[in-house]
């Protein structure tokens, strides 16, 4: 099936736009002046996406190479519905997090914001990059850039557990990918010639079943970033990151940018016959179901708030792999879906939590009795960010949920139609709490006094605005599922 | 028209030029010292210039007509005279030995001002000399006109060495030992070659070894040369004199000596097998492969354990220069294309990157006085623009794309798998993971550790600085040094994007016909 190419130097310019006001940020007098640059590309940036959209609906692609650095492979670009859907994800969720950044940093008047800002603009920059990749050398370069540029923000601290979570961070970041992803890509390269994306995959013909198990696996451990068990313990480590950087990074960009790899070289690098002939994917489906029911499990015994956000994405990370791995029509675009729809419930969440920090300084969920009365705003968010995650209506994480449910259904296997409703059970279970104390307590259980107020307004407009959109997108899911729908039926066929 | 003809005949003698120019001054600059003190250093530094633009010219004139060059010495035609010969390779390697030295002497003038105050003579005349030996040893297409030149280089690199810490002279000795059998391994195996053949001529030679591929008189002098090489090679177990002869000697010296010599060594090692013996001879008749490989996967692992283990950070720059040889030696014996592209690469890729490691191993020392990891503390925030380009150098050692050393990795990689020697790289991987924990441990310290409050400063330090509060203030090193370092540490990541350009228009030509 050939696509229509657009050449363009527009993903180009997406990419690199956030990198190019670096020395501005550096070289800012004042912090408004420094600000200023952020938010200037990140609105940039999200119209540039935005002007292809249309472009991409039409179901043309935009392609560009920047260097060749190899005979038939080069650094190059090429924006189809998938990457357009998380690009579109990830810019729009910057701009809102630039903002909640800006209140957040200052309310508490960290360190060092002017290199805060400065590798957030370069950890953005390599995110689109991973979603406007052409092929597997392109993404991952950028999956690389992306993994050292969040290195300083985990550790903005530089305390001793900072340190530590670094440390634990890199090895499983590093490590997988050195250890596992890049010798994967190198033999994938080896046996079929190429590494570019193809609508089949390229390892059909080419590569034995054992073979395909292998590396099949060696990328799902590899790009650690989606957090499949064992590869998962970062993540809750990395939590010591300021909030703005675990909301956006670690609920949105880094682990999605993980999530993404997978389904990507699953679908373009592997091919689906080849998932599905050689059994890889009912291997996979059993992992990604481990890895959500134990992730729940877990995340039901966490007291510290953002931990307890942590295992809930290692869960619902798994998701996308299982509708991947699914290879049903349903299941594909409920697995795509999840990845915009997660998002905007997850970035609510993490803001929230952040938000609570900066108002009260409170980490735990057992210390947040009645906080619901002195923050009201900010815990009705709370709430309908946990109602999408958990996938209730009206909230967009329920139409990725039913894209899946209805994927198992079509795919045929029960036992998995029970994952995805046990583990929506769990996570109804670690939420449920967390929004019940905080609003409904007697007035001796209380532990907040009167004074306690709202964070800041720069921290709750961003939090109430990705609230709204979570239930915007449950009315109007487009153009997510059309984005979706279109990647499938290019994946699938017809 | 008589600038014309002058211009071309110059143009036509630049092989003769970039060896005799830098020689010549070496000559010069000794005694000059005597009579001007700054004179040495502008001896110096023109030579290279002159050496470098030639170098440049070269590699032009290669690339663009795709023929070799054959310069007859003093017009004595071969096998008779001397000839150096310029193809793609050695134009290639000449562009890297005069960049290197160059942009090293720029940024160590300060340094080497300051340490060897009234010896400037000595030492400028040693850099230039060696810098003019390995340019001889790249060009030259006689087997025992290599052995003079390679002479010339060891003897001053011995003499640059020396002048280090109290412990350098030890570690000189231990060098010139080892470094004097591995000459003479190689000037009995020429010498073995001449009796078989008769001519000491390389492509002469070549054109023989084909006759008489069961003679076991040249088995015994490939074995012999290659042995000879390999110890100045520092490859497991014959490395012993590197270490101490890299992390003893003065920075300076190690910044010229450390990139060069095994790079260089490396270039020979490649002359000799594919110019010499025929790839034929090496990789078909010989089977060489294997050993060659295993040889190398032990060195990887050797050197990457070894590095982990030190606390110095020269000495663990030494361990890692040690597996990076492994990685060079075991792609070239790989013997397919991948592999040979791959080494080649790294010949350049190396030298880029062990170079930018010693300038910033210079800069710290300049800027704090000390030579240990724990006095990097709280760099990244007092010299920013350094550890900048110290990070880029580090990851590239680790192989993280898009810094230069993840592309030769990735043809070393390929070449591996398609040689189905999975135990190479399995050792590249091990390698790179390991270079990862060394260069994260350091940065680690630098990002963590808050600058530390007594730092024995030089006097070069204005006591302004020391007035003011530790943390926050940006203190960077004098501009003669930072300029060049960034220059190079940005040129590691523009080696990697325009690598596509330097296989397809370089390296592929040096691949001999009939290797895949």
Same mark, same amino acid.
């Given at each position: 099936?050939?696509?229509?190419?657009?050449?363009?130097? +527009?993903?180009? %310019?997406?990419?690199?736009?956030?990198?190019?006001?670096?020395?501005?940020?550096?070289?800012?007098?004042?912090?408004?002046?420094?600000?200023?640059?952020?938010?200037?590309?990140?609105?940039?940036?999200?119209?540039?996406?935005?002007?292809?959209?249309?472009?991409?609906?039409?179901?043309?692609?935009?392609?560009?190479?920047?260097?060749?650095?190899?005979?038939?492979? =080069?650094?190059?670009?090429?924006?189809?519905?998938?990457?357009?859907?998380?690009?579109?994800?990830?810019?729009?969720?910057? $701009?809102?997090?630039?903002?909640?950044?800006?209140?957040?940093?200052?309310?508490?008047?960290?360190?060092?914001?002017?290199? @805060?800002?400065?590798?957030?603009?370069?950890?953005?920059?390599?995110?689109? =990059?991973?979603?406007?990749?052409?092929?597997?050398?392109?993404?991952?370069?950028?999956?690389?850039?992306?993994?050292?540029?969040?290195?300083?923000?985990?550790?903005?601290?530089?305390?001793?557990?900072?340190?530590?979570?670094?440390?634990?961070?890199?090895?499983?970041?590093?490590?997988?990918?050195?250890?596992?992803?890049?010798?994967?890509?190198?033999?994938?390269?080896?046996?079929?010639?190429?590494?570019?994306?193809?609508?089949?995959?390229?390892?059909?013909?080419?590569?034995?079943?054992?073979?395909?198990?292998?590396?099949?696996?060696?990328?799902?451990?590899?790009?650690?970033?989606?957090?499949?068990?064992?590869?998962?313990?970062?993540?809750?480590?990395?939590?010591?990151?300021?909030?703005?950087?675990?909301?956006?990074?670690?609920?949105?960009?880094?682990?999605?940018?993980?999530?993404?790899?997978? %389904?990507?070289?699953?679908?373009?690098?592997?091919?689906?016959? %080849?998932?599905?002939?050689?059994?890889?994917?009912?291997?996979?489906?059993?992992?990604?179901?481990?890895?959500?029911?134990?992730?729940?499990?877990?995340?039901?015994?966490?007291?510290?708030?953002?931990?307890?956000?942590?295992?809930?994405?290692?869960?619902?990370?798994?998701?996308?792999?299982?509708?991947?791995?699914?290879?049903?029509?349903?299941?594909?675009?409920?697995?795509?879906?999840?990845?915009?729809?997660?998002?905007?419930?997850?970035?609510?969440?993490?803001?929230?939590?952040?938000?609570?920090?900066?108002?009260?300084?409170? +980490?735990?969920?057992?210390?947040? +009795?009645?906080?619901?009365?002195?923050?009201?705003?900010?815990?009705?968010?709370?709430?309908?960010?946990?109602?999408?995650?958990?996938?209730?209506?009206?909230?967009?994480?329920?139409?990725?949920?039913?894209?899946?449910?209805?994927?198992?259904?079509?795919?045929?296997?029960?036992?998995?139609?029970?994952?995805?409703?046990?583990?929506?059970?769990?996570?109804?279970?670690?939420?449920?709490?967390?929004? @019940?104390?905080?609003?409904?307590?007697?007035?001796?259980?209380? $532990?907040?006094?009167?004074?306690?107020?709202?964070?800041? $307004?720069?921290?709750?407009?961003?939090?109430?605005?990705?609230?709204?959109?979570? %239930?915007?997108?449950?009315?109007?899911?487009?153009?997510?599922?059309?984005?979706?729908?279109?990647?499938?039926?290019?994946?699938?066929?017809? | /028209?008589?600038?014309?003809?002058?211009?071309?005949?110059?143009?036509?003698?630049?092989?003769?030029?970039?060896?005799?120019?830098?020689?010549?001054?070496?000559?010069?600059?000794?005694?000059?010292?005597?009579?001007?003190?700054?004179?040495?250093?502008?001896?110096?530094? #023109?030579?290279?210039?002159?050496?470098?633009?030639?170098?440049?010219?070269?590699?032009?004139?290669?690339?663009?007509?795709?023929?070799?060059?054959?310069?007859? /010495?003093?017009?004595?035609?071969?096998?008779?005279?001397?000839?150096?010969?310029?193809?793609?390779?050695?134009?290639?390697?000449?562009?890297?030995?005069?960049?290197?030295?160059?942009?090293?002497?720029?940024?160590?003038?300060?340094?080497?001002?300051?340490?060897?105050?009234?010896?400037?003579?000595?030492?400028?005349?040693?850099?230039?000399?060696?810098?003019?030996?390995?340019?001889?040893?790249?060009?030259?297409?006689?087997?025992?006109?290599?052995?003079?030149?390679?002479?010339?280089?060891?003897?001053?690199?011995?003499?640059?060495?020396?002048?280090?810490?109290?412990?350098?002279?030890?570690?000189?000795?231990?060098?010139?030992?080892?470094?004097?059998?591995?000459?003479?391994?190689?000037?009995?195996?020429?010498?073995?070659?001449?009796?078989?053949?008769?001519?000491?001529?390389?492509?002469?030679?070549?054109?023989?070894?084909?006759? /008489?591929?069961?003679?076991?008189?040249?088995?015994?002098?490939?074995?012999?040369?290659?042995?000879?090489?390999?110890?100045?090679?520092?490859?497991?177990?014959?490395?012993?004199?590197?270490?101490?002869?890299?992390?003893?000697?003065?920075?300076?010296?190690?910044?010229?000596?450390?990139?060069?010599?095994?790079?260089?060594?490396?270039?020979?090692?490649?002359?000799?097998?594919?110019?010499?013996?025929?790839?034929?001879?090496?990789?078909?008749?010989?089977?060489?492969?294997?050993?060659?490989?295993?040889?190398?996967?032990?060195?990887?692992?050797?050197?990457?354990?070894?590095?982990?283990?030190?606390?110095?950070?020269?000495?663990?720059?030494?361990?890692?220069?040690?597996?990076?040889?492994?990685?060079?030696?075991?792609?070239?014996?790989?013997?397919?294309?991948?592999?040979?592209?791959?080494?080649?690469?790294?010949?350049?890729?190396?030298?880029?990157?062990?170079?930018?490691?010693? &300038?910033?191993?210079?800069?710290?020392?300049?800027?704090?006085?000390?030579?240990?990891?724990?006095?990097?503390?709280?760099?990244?925030?007092? &010299?920013?623009?350094?550890?900048?380009?110290?990070?880029?150098?580090?990851?590239?050692?680790?192989?993280?794309?898009?810094?230069?050393?993840?592309?030769?990795?990735?043809?070393?990689?390929?070449?591996?798998?398609?040689?189905?020697?999975?135990?190479?790289?399995?050792?590249?991987?091990?390698?790179?993971?390991?270079?990862?924990?060394?260069?994260?441990?350091?940065?680690?310290? #630098?990002?963590?550790?808050?600058?530390?409050?007594?730092?024995?400063?030089?006097?070069?330090?204005?006591?302004?600085?020391?007035?003011?509060?530790?943390?926050?203030?940006?203190?960077?090193?004098?501009?003669?040094?930072?300029?060049?370092?960034?220059?190079?540490?940005?040129?590691?990541?523009?080696?990697?994007?325009?690598?596509?350009?330097?296989?397809?228009?370089?390296?592929?030509?040096?691949?001999?016909?009939?290797?895949?």
């Amino acid at each position: 099936m050939s696509m229509e190419t657009v050449v363009s130097l +527009k993903p180009v %310019v997406a990419v690199l736009v956030s990198l190019a006001v670096i020395p501005g940020i550096i070289s800012s007098r004042t912090q408004n002046i420094r600000e200023t640059w952020t938010l200037v590309a990140a609105g940039i940036k999200l119209l540039i996406i935005i002007s292809m959209l249309p472009v991409i609906l039409d179901g043309k692609v935009v392609s560009f190479t920047l260097f060749q650095v190899f005979p038939d492979i =080069g650094i190059s670009f090429r924006v189809d519905a998938f990457g357009m859907l998380f690009a579109l994800v990830a810019s729009s969720l910057w $701009l809102v997090t630039s903002v909640y950044s800006i209140g957040y940093m200052r309310s508490l008047d960290e360190h060092s914001q002017t290199r @805060y800002f400065s590798f957030f603009a370069a950890a953005i920059s390599a995110t689109i =990059g991973v979603a406007f990749s052409a092929n597997l050398l392109t993404l991952y370069i950028f999956y690389e850039i992306l993994s050292l540029a969040t290195f300083p923000l985990v550790t903005h601290h530089q305390d001793k557990e900072a340190r530590s979570s670094g440390r634990k961070y890199l090895t499983y970041i590093l490590g997988g990918s050195i250890g596992f992803a890049l010798p994967a890509m190198l033999i994938t390269y080896h046996f079929t010639g190429t590494l570019d994306f193809a609508p089949h995959g390229v390892m059909a013909g080419h590569i034995n079943s054992g073979l395909a198990l292998m590396l099949s696996m060696m990328f799902l451990f590899g790009f650690a970033k989606v957090g499949i068990m064992p590869m998962h313990s970062w993540l809750p480590a990395a939590m010591v990151a300021p909030t703005p950087v675990s909301a956006l990074l670690h609920a949105v960009a880094v682990v999605k940018v993980g999530a993404f790899s997978v %389904v990507r070289v699953f679908t373009g690098i592997v091919g689906t016959s %080849v998932l599905a002939d050689f059994n890889i994917s009912a291997i996979v489906c059993v992992i990604a179901s481990f890895t959500i029911i134990v992730a729940s499990l877990i995340a039901l015994s966490q007291d510290e708030l953002k931990r307890r956000l942590a295992f809930s994405t290692i869960g619902q990370l798994s998701y996308i792999v299982l509708g991947v791995a699914l290879l049903s029509k349903s299941g594909m675009t409920g697995g795509m879906l999840h990845i915009a729809m997660h998002a905007f419930g997850k970035i609510t969440l993490f803001f929230c939590a952040g938000a609570i920090f900066c108002a009260t300084g409170v +980490k735990y969920i057992s210390q947040m +009795k009645g906080i619901g009365r002195r923050m009201p705003i900010t815990m009705t968010a709370f709430f309908v960010g946990s109602l999408s995650v958990v996938g209730f209506p009206p909230c967009g994480g329920f139409i990725s949920k039913w894209y899946l449910v209805l994927g198992t259904i079509e795919s045929g296997s029960l036992a998995l139609l029970f994952v995805l409703l046990g583990s929506s059970f769990l996570n109804a279970a670690y939420f449920f709490p967390v929004f @019940y104390n905080a609003f409904f307590c007697s007035k001796d259980q209380m $532990l907040f006094e009167d004074k306690v107020e709202e964070a800041p $307004l720069w921290c709750v407009v961003p939090l109430v605005i990705t609230a709204s959109i979570s %239930v915007l997108l449950f009315f109007y899911p487009q153009p997510f599922l059309k984005l979706a729908s279109l990647a499938v039926s290019i994946i699938m066929g017809g | /028209m008589i600038f014309f003809d002058r211009a071309s005949n110059l143009l036509s003698d630049l092989p003769a030029i970039v060896v005799t120019v830098p020689l010549l001054a070496a000559l010069i600059a000794s005694g000059a010292g005597w009579i001007n003190r700054k004179a040495p250093f502008i001896i110096a530094i #023109a030579s290279l210039f002159v050496s470098f633009i030639s170098s440049i010219l070269l590699l032009l004139q290669v690339t663009s007509t795709g023929v070799v060059i054959e310069y007859r /010495m003093a017009g004595w035609a071969a096998p008779i005279g001397i000839v150096y010969i310029i193809d793609h390779l050695t134009a290639l390697v000449l562009v890297l030995i005069s960049s290197v030295s160059l942009i090293n002497l720029i940024a160590s003038k300060r340094r080497i001002d300051d340490q060897f105050r009234n010896k400037e003579g000595a030492f400028y005349s040693l850099y230039v000399l060696f810098t003019a030996g390995l340019i001889g040893m790249t060009t030259t297409g006689d087997a025992f006109n290599l052995y003079v030149l390679l002479e010339i280089a060891s003897l001053s690199g011995y003499a640059l060495i020396g002048l280090g810490s109290n412990r350098a002279p030890l570690a000189t000795l231990n060098y010139l030992f080892l470094g004097t059998i591995g000459a003479t391994f190689y000037l009995l195996g020429v010498g073995y070659l001449y009796i078989a053949t008769g001519s000491l001529n390389m492509a002469d030679i070549a054109s023989i070894i084909p006759k /008489m591929m069961n003679s076991s008189m040249i088995l015994f002098a490939f074995i012999i040369c290659l042995t000879g090489l390999l110890v100045k090679l520092a490859i497991f177990p014959v490395h012993g004199w590197l270490p101490g002869a890299y992390s003893e000697s003065a920075t300076v010296a190690a910044s010229l000596v450390a990139p060069l010599t095994t790079k260089v060594t490396i270039y020979i090692m490649i002359r000799l097998c594919l110019s010499v013996f025929t790839p034929q001879y090496t990789f078909q008749h010989l089977e060489t492969t294997d050993v060659m490989v295993w040889l190398s996967v032990i060195t990887i692992v050797f050197g990457a354990i070894s590095a982990l283990s030190q606390k110095d950070y020269k000495k663990m720059l030494s361990y890692i220069i040690i597996a990076e040889v492994g990685y060079m030696v075991g792609g070239f014996f790989l013997g397919n294309k991948m592999g040979i592209s791959g080494a080649i690469l790294h010949i350049v890729n190396d030298a880029a990157m062990t170079l930018a490691l010693f &300038m910033v191993a210079g800069i710290f020392l300049w800027k704090t006085g000390e030579d240990s990891r724990e006095s990097l503390k709280g760099m990244f925030g007092k &010299m920013p623009f350094t550890m900048a380009g110290f990070t880029l150098a580090g990851l590239s050692v680790v192989g993280v794309p898009p810094t230069c050393g993840f592309f030769s990795k990735w043809y070393l990689i390929l070449g591996g798998i398609s040689a189905g020697q999975y135990g190479f790289v399995a050792a590249l991987i091990f390698s790179s993971l390991v270079n990862a924990v060394l260069f994260f441990r350091i940065f680690e310290i #630098a990002h963590f550790e808050p600058f530390k409050e007594q730092h024995p400063h030089n006097d070069h330090c204005d006591e302004q600085h020391q007035a003011k509060s530790h943390n926050e203030i940006i203190k960077e090193a004098p501009l003669d040094m930072l300029i060049p370092f960034i220059a190079v540490s940005l040129l590691l990541v523009l080696l990697g994007l325009y690598s596509g350009a330097i296989v397809n228009n370089i390296i592929h030509f040096v691949i001999p016909k009939g290797i895949i």
